[in-house]
């Protein structure tokens, strides 16, 4: 009870200052908005950051909702040993098959680590687990819904978004099973430990309480809820901290001097993958931030951002590095980035022009 107790006061620590600081910043804007025109406080920059950190958390929460929810049901009702059993044994067709996993196993990518592991724990091999942890936050019907929903005059951002992950995480995971030989987790303890180290690594790398396992299924929904919880906060904060920031761009960031700063598709693209790796956004959530740049960057650098950052982020690369061996971590980085930006640049050059 105690240890339980323990892992979760950190949870609960993070979900109050979560709390805490969203209602002191719809405070600050309500205050913002409630003064005179004329004041210091009610001028044209601080009514266009208001109308952007407001108007991201409004689009976006709902999706984070339903993430959240279909990542716990999965979490608690469905087994790794079924997922396992769904990867064929040709690896072509295993990478094929981890590709098109996220349509029916919509998890993001905040819980795509500590699942992965659990995974290759029990024999999901190298390659098949890269394809999945880098396609499976995009290419789910959450995610599709979102981006559809976020560029809804615009539908070929969302079909280029999940072709390019798609080709992007299939060429990755023909590499590793190519180069890559060998155990690629730091733990390769004995069955016995790495049962409790899942358990107990998961809820401290993503800040989860899976410790418990209660039986029937008010268990199961107790620990649903506890797990959506969780996550809802773990991820909120993210989304809070990314609509700041893009709400301060907009507003005290001229937006020919932003468009300077990435000119031409080359710039946009690594200033915007840049951009995704640092917000390191919810993948159900970071459409509505690449759709606030529509006018002022190139649309392949914005499918580069929708495909970069929840392949790769800082919040996913340190739950990486804290499962997964250096080399291995730094060997996808690199792999990922490539890609993406060449594929953005095939897609701003041949398929995305005009419009």
Request: proline content about 4%.
């Amino acid at each position: 009870m105690s240890q339980n107790a323990m892992q979760t006061a950190p949870r609960a620590s993070h979900a109050g200052v979560f709390a805490g600081l969203s209602l002191l910043v719809v405070s600050l804007l309500y205050f913002f908005a409630s003064q005179s025109p004329g004041t210091a406080l009610h001028n044209a920059k601080l009514l266009i950051f208001k109308t952007a950190f407001i108007g991201i958390l409004l689009e976006a929460l709902p999706f984070i909702l339903i993430g959240v929810l279909a990542s716990a049901l999965l979490q608690v009702f469905v087994s790794d040993r079924m997922v396992r059993r769904i990867i064929p044994r040709h690896p072509l067709l295993g990478i094929l098959t981890a590709g098109l996993l996220g349509i029916v196993f919509p998890i993001c990518e905040c819980g795509m680590v500590p699942a992965i592991r659990g995974l290759i724990r029990k024999g999901m091999p190298a390659y098949v687990a890269s394809t999945f942890i880098l396609v499976g936050p995009i290419l789910n019907p959450i995610v599709f819904w979102s981006t559809w929903v976020a560029f809804r005059s615009r539908p070929e951002m969302t079909y280029a978004r999940m072709g390019l992950a798609l080709a992007v995480a299939i060429a990755v995971g023909l590499i590793v099973y190519r180069f890559v030989k060998g155990g690629v987790l730091r733990d390769e303890g004995p069955p016995r430990e790495r049962a409790h180290d899942h358990s107990h690594g998961h809820s401290h790398s993503h800040g989860h309480a899976h410790g418990y396992r209660q039986g029937g299924v008010r268990g199961k929904l107790t620990e649903m809820m506890s797990h959506s919880v969780g996550e809802f906060f773990e991820m909120g904060k993210f989304l809070l901290f990314g609509a700041l920031l893009v709400g301060l761009l907009q507003a005290f960031v001229p937006q020919q001097q932003l468009a300077s700063l990435g000119h031409g598709h080359a710039g946009s693209s690594l200033l915007m993958m840049g951009l995704g790796f640092a917000l390191s956004l919810c993948s159900t959530s970071d459409a509505f931030v690449a759709q606030s740049f529509l006018a002022t960057f190139s649309k392949g650098s914005l499918v580069a951002f929708m495909v970069f950052g929840p392949m790769l982020n800082l919040k996913s690369l340190l739950m990486m590095l804290a499962v997964f061996k250096t080399k291995f971590v730094a060997l996808l980085a690199v792999l990922s980035f490539v890609f993406v930006y060449a594929g953005a640049w095939v897609l701003e050059t041949w398929l995305l022009k005009g419009g």
